[in-house]
Nanobody, 122 residues
Framework: QLQASGGGLVQAGGSLRLSCAAS????????MAWFRQAPGKEREFVAV????????YYKDSVKGRFTISRDNAKNTTYLQMNSLKAEDTAVYYC?????????????????WGQGTLVTVSS
């Protein structure tokens, strides 16, 4: 199971850190990712970190502003979001998969957290 937290209301230019705590099978064999879904839009990829904890890949619009990381000892994945913009407003979901290298499609992921709402006011 995945439990996402850390969302909230923040002004444009501000920062938030999302957390995704994993329980159950936690042998660190999973690639971990964050997706987001804005009202009326499809779920989109944001960032992914390889099971090795080093390789990462980001959506172009968040590069340089967002950082994905993981603490395997705590079975937790993070998304540090800086310089937030109104267009970052969405429900953010964490996801896990054993498949692929750095998958970006939602259908590649087997496990999903419940989502945490991020609202950025302009």
């Amino acid at each position: 199971q995945l439990q996402a937290s850390g969302g909230g209301l923040v002004q444009a230019g501000g920062s938030l850190r999302l957390s995704c705590a994993a329980s159950g099978r936690t042998d660190n064999s999973y690639n971990m990712a964050w997706f987001r879904q804005a009202p009326g839009k499809e779920r989109e990829f944001v960032a992914v970190i390889h099971r090795n904890g080093y390789n990462t890949y980001y959506k172009d619009s968040v590069k340089g502003r967002f950082t994905i990381s993981r603490d395997n000892a705590k079975n937790t994945t993070y998304l540090q979001m800086n310089s937030l913009k109104a267009e970052d407003t969405a429900v953010y979901y964490c996801a896990a998969t054993t498949r692929g290298v750095l998958p970006v499609l939602p259908k590649s992921y087997d496990y999903w957290g419940q989502g945490t709402l991020v609202t950025v006011s302009s």
